[in-house]
């Protein structure tokens, strides 16, 4: 059974960086696929960041690209997410996702998800 781990969320303010975490445990496989997404309050969940677990290969929301970066540690079966220039609309719960199966970055289709760690970013 797989597990995913979130953390390192909090409350930082406007401008502010922070990296997530998302430990990835229960089975010694490696994904495919490792994900990152958000929801606000109110609004549905939205796709961040994702990256193949090998090859390097990363893709971003528009609204992150060039504040966010997406990286793993293979070794410590974890994700993590780098967020730079934090702005109030990025204050939401972000959800760590892993796939198995090999998939285009575009598909947003994931087989296992955390629990969340909740980012406030404050003015």
């Known amino acids: 059974q797989v597990q995913l781990v979130e953390s390192g969320g909090g409350l930082v303010q406007a401008g502010d960086s922070l990296r997530l975490s998302c430990a990835a445990s229960?089975?010694?496989?490696?994904?495919?696929?490792m994900g990152w997404f958000r929801q606000a309050p109110g609004k549905e969940r939205e796709f961040v960041a994702a990256?193949?677990?090998?090859?390097?290969?990363?893709d971003y929301a528009d609204s992150v690209k060039g504040r966010f970066t997406i990286s793993r540690d293979n070794d410590k079966n974890t994700l993590y997410l780098q967020m730079s220039s934090l702005q109030l609309e990025d204050t939401a719960v972000y959800y760590c996702?892993?796939?198995?199966?090999?998939?285009?970055?575009?598909?947003?289709?994931?087989?296992?998800w955390g629990q969340g760690t909740q980012v406030t970013v404050s003015s």
């Open positions: 996702a892993a796939r198995l199966n090999p998939r285009p970055l575009a598909v947003r289709v994931y087989d296992y």
């Open positions: 229960g089975r010694t496989f490696r994904f495919h696929t």
């Open positions: 990256a193949t677990w090998s090859g390097g290969s990363t």
